[in-house]
């Protein structure tokens, strides 16, 4: 490919890192980005960037050393602290990193047509707008953004790949009196978002929820959006799952394989190479190839997910399960593109309460489970029907608990970026009022 | 050619150290490095701004085309700007007791090791201590000949102490952050307490939500200020419509013995020598005497909302300055601990933070207590865990009733736009009268 001739430097590095450690991994970033900011209707601001960056891991007689730094052009420095690095770390179980695999190197998150235009920017912000405008509400700030990025994984082993990836996002804030709306979407390619059903659903949101009134606290069955279910899952379930948390009993699903742990309809998997999702993937962020991961099967806990250095650890495999936040730091344990299923079904016939969003998700306690949230544009739902808002209230409970009183799941499905999943319909949640 | 009114640069460069253990595993240690600049260029319709990685300085037709290129940017932009009159200056930065960069690696884990296996006790399954150390050099300079520069370090350490009993896992956290030097000597204390908070969870009970009055600890009291008022008050929520104290200066929305405040020139956590557009920082009372009283602001909020004091503009490296808080509290008042428990009679008394978020537009808040302790007859009875409270910010503030006559300041970061902040929230102990409080406790 192209780009490896512009790249000669990273085999000097190898080589280089080669006489003083037994292993060496190289991971660089290049990107260009552009974003557009809405302060009220007026677009205020135009951002671009051009990020770049080098992350190296050293692997000395089962000492891992890292480093990273923004200065392409230091790579030496750059491998020297991280062979620093790697003397002050507790040597582990290390079988090797990965070789090369013969894998396809065509993008799967790519879209030629997506250019990192000011312009496209702009007409995304216009159009959310536009949406907007269908209901009574005003619109406080948006985002629009494009970007792409060249991502390259080598290692002393002869792993030599390569990808590259788009990516575009908006959003809208928006306000009727004292009620608030906000969505987003986003996606690898431009003709996968719909900016003006984000504009109408904030404005929807705004506008209706300003209707909102008190309620009684009580037990409810609650309908919980696909974004609002993400932020349990993502906050507290998804964490359970880390083999690294499992090992260190940091998990409360330690000793759990094989046992249900969510309602008998509910599988929960990772596909990385689902057609279309923002996270598909041939390779993780160590070289190892991807697979699919059942983690949950009709409600049983089948696997939890590994990266290779707690792999040697445990003496388990690495499920393809790396991934980095950037180039700095190390590598952890992840998923691709998550995915929650099971049988569907319409959920809003009889009466229910259902919440958009939540407040402070991130409060959880992720060991317990245990949460106490705010509701965001909540609403009673009958006959498919949003019908009366609701101002106000908190919601309490536990999150392993809650995946066991799940009613059933919507016909809807969402793509959040790394989650893909429906709504839920719970039994009997306690909602404290006002 | 562009008509450029204003620009302004501002790079950051520096090195990150970090030492993670995990169950006496030193997982990784060791240091990165970066270099970040952002180019912000003022034009007739709008900003257009540039961030650069690995920016190399320079001068003449270099730079301007540079700033040519961020002009350009700027084509798709149509709101007008103007930049309040503001004023210009650098305070020094704090002298440090004893410097992170002079104490090698191998002595900072060594220390490290020694808090983590403070947290070693019967009950504990897993404990977990993380040490991070930034030291970034900003550099800035606007079109209008201002110059700054300075060196600011920030260093301290996480430990985390998980207990285990019968399938109930609950956990301890403390932390301990610091602009003032190198912290990680003598330390072992706070691994310990850790451990005790872990396993004293294991036998506290959830409690029963609903409305009570509670007493705040004044870790838990700030994060209060900040959720509760602070967001609200920043002045780019406030222009955009987005915040319920919008228009409402002069307005009381508390008792007399309320006064809250961000001040950045405060030697704590989120202390700045100047803010991110080079304007001299500034105590700013936001609520006085229980009067909303003055909006935080940056150069562009102080001059289309006013009421308020700019200064308050802060970035993450290489990151357009947005308007944040920095050192945000509850100024003391004259209760006494004792006048405080003996008012509440019965409540709830909350101790530490696990985070909070709210929705400025709305007025509504949540945040989360580490755990607490029921208070009965003024005497604190069981230990509770797993505890939030939620408020509206219009209504929720004349349930301050008392402020207790101490003060203490605690470290964290905080998030906006995707960008994270060093800050720093205090306030003395204080009684919340009528507090929601949600927990999932059952009779």
Redesign the interface.
Known sequence: MRWWVAVAWIDDLIREAEKSVDEVEVFSVEGES?S?EL??T????????????LGIRTIHKGR?????????E?WR??LK??I???K???P?EWGGLPGPSDLPMTPLAFDPDLTVE??T??ELLETMLSGAQEHDA?V??GSAGLSTTRVLLANSHGVRYSDEHTGVSVSL?A?HG???GYEFDSSWALDRIDPAHVGERAGFFASESAKGTDIP?GSYDLLLSPLAWAELLGNVFVPALNGRSVH???S?FAGMLGQPVASEGLSLYDDPHLPGAGGSTRWDAEGTPTRRIDFIEKGILRAFAYDLKTAYRYGRESTGSASRGGY???PGIGHHNLVVDGERGTLDDERVLSIHNL??A??A?P??G?????L?NAFFMEGGEYQEPVR?A?????VFDLHHTIAGLGNDTRNLGSMILPSVRIHNQ?I?G? | MHDISYYDLRQVTGAST??DI???????????????AVLRVLVKS?????????YTPCTGTKFDELLQQAAR???????P?RLGDVLHGILPVPPVKEDPRDVD??EK?RLLAEIEAGVVREGI??R?ANYVERDERVRFLDSSGNEYEYRMGRSGFNVLA?A?RN?????GYEREHSIHGFNLRHQQEVGRKAAETAVSLLDAV?PK??KMHAILDPELAGVFAHEAVGHASEG??I????S?LKGRTGERIGNENLTIVDDPTLPEFGFDPVDAEGVSVKRTEIIRKGVINAFLHNRESLASVGNGCAGHARAMP?E?PLVRMSNTFIQEGDATNEEIFSECKNGIYLVGS??????P????????AEYGYLVENGECTTMV????L?G?ILSTLHGITLCGNERKMSPGYCGKGGQSVPVSDGAPYILLCDA?????G?D
């Open positions: 552009v557009a302060k009220t007026k677009v205020s601001l135009a951002t671009t960037s051009r990020d770049c960056g891992i050393g890292s480093s990273s730094t923004n200065n392409k230091e420095e750059c602290a991280a620093a690095s790697g002050l770390a507790t582990q000011p312009a920017a702009r005003e406080t700030a804030e306000i004292q009620s608030t606290s260190a009993g940091r409360k700095g730091g190390l407040i402070g991130h409060t306690n060991l317990s245990e949460f106490s949230v705010e965001s106000s908190m919601l309490s409970g536990n306690r404290i006002k | 970090h030492i995990d169950n006496g595993v030193v997982e990784s240690a060791g240091t990165s490095f970066f270099n970040k709008g900003w257009g701004v540039l961030q650069i990685d690995n940017l700027a084509n798709i932009t149509d709101e700007v690696i191998e884990s399954v897993n977990r998980v285990s399938g109930n896992v609950q956990m959830l939500g609903g780019d929520l222009h955009e419509g987005n319920v290489g357009p696990r985070g909070g978020q709210v929705d537009g709305r007025g509504v808040f949540q945040f989360n865990r797993d505890v939030s939620s509206d929601v409080v949600g927990g999932s059952v």
